[in-house]
């Protein structure tokens, strides 16, 4: 089984919906990420968590919410879709020290029509 | 914040040359410097990583120089295979173990047989 699995890798949804992905891992790991990667633009941070009491903005949080239901999981919502979110989604983890490299995982790739 | 900056975004080569990778950051407190290899379909996966007090790593084909004074480090890929083809990403993160990843817009490697 993977370490980082993410829920959905594939979702098509109407713009105005509301829609939850989810991340959940086993790497006994505290610090959790969520990025987006765009063609061109790389990975931006939207949301991290260091810890499940602990909820950061990113980069870009405008338009997503997060949620850290227990260590091994956190979820990413758009609480109304809109096209310009059409984008793939990795969630990522990492140690509390944050320099041991992240464990991505294999992504979301979410369209909004 | 940290702000990276990446060249070239694409890089085309034959198989057996080498290829470079080039980073610039822009935090001097910057002290941890991975780079992660995204294969088609597949997250970001870690392959090398440098931290500030090192000038330079070797990893059998693959290595990465730091040149602090310039605040710029480089991935170097010698012997390059098709399998090398990829899109690879350059990060940086400074010193605070409260701090995360910044990364650059990445690179897209294609090697020709």
């Known amino acids: 089984d993977a370490d980082v699995t993410q829920t959905p890798r594939n979702r098509i949804t109407k713009t105005g919906k509301r829609i939850m992905l989810e991340c959940s891992q086993t790497?006994?790991?505290?610090?959790m990420y969520w990025y987006r990667q765009d063609p061109g633009l790389g990975l931006r941070l939207i949301y991290y968590?260091?810890?499940?009491?602990?909820?950061n903005k990113g980069e870009i949080s405008d338009g997503y919410s997060v949620s850290r239901q227990a260590q091994a999981k956190f979820s990413l919502s758009l609480e109304s879709a809109i096209p310009n979110q059409t984008a793939l989604y990795f969630c990522?983890?990492?140690?509390?020290?944050?320099?041991?490299?992240?464990?991505f995982g294999s992504g979301t790739r979410l369209t909004v029509v | 914040g940290e702000n990276v900056e990446q060249h070239p975004s694409t890089l085309s080569v034959q198989e057996g040359d080498s290829a470079v990778i080039k980073c610039t950051y822009s935090d001097s407190a910057s002290n941890y410097f991975p780079w992660y290899k995204q294969e088609l379909g597949k997250g970001p996966q870690l392959i090398i990583d440098i931290r500030s007090n090192v000038g330079e790593k070797k990893d059998q084909r693959i290595a990465v120089t730091l040149n602090k004074t310039a605040k710029h480090f480089s991935l170097h890929i010698t012997e390059t295979q098709p399998e090398d083809s990829a899109v690879y990403f350059c990060?940086?993160?400074?010193?605070?173990?409260?701090?995360?990843?910044?990364f650059g817009k990445g690179t897209m490697l294609l090697v020709s047989p």
């Open positions: 968590s260091f810890d499940v009491k602990d909820i």
């Open positions: 990522a983890t990492s140690d509390f020290t944050g320099n041991y490299g992240y464990t």
């Open positions: 790497k006994g790991h505290d610090r």
């Open positions: 990060a940086a993160s400074p010193r605070s173990g409260y701090s995360t990843l910044t």
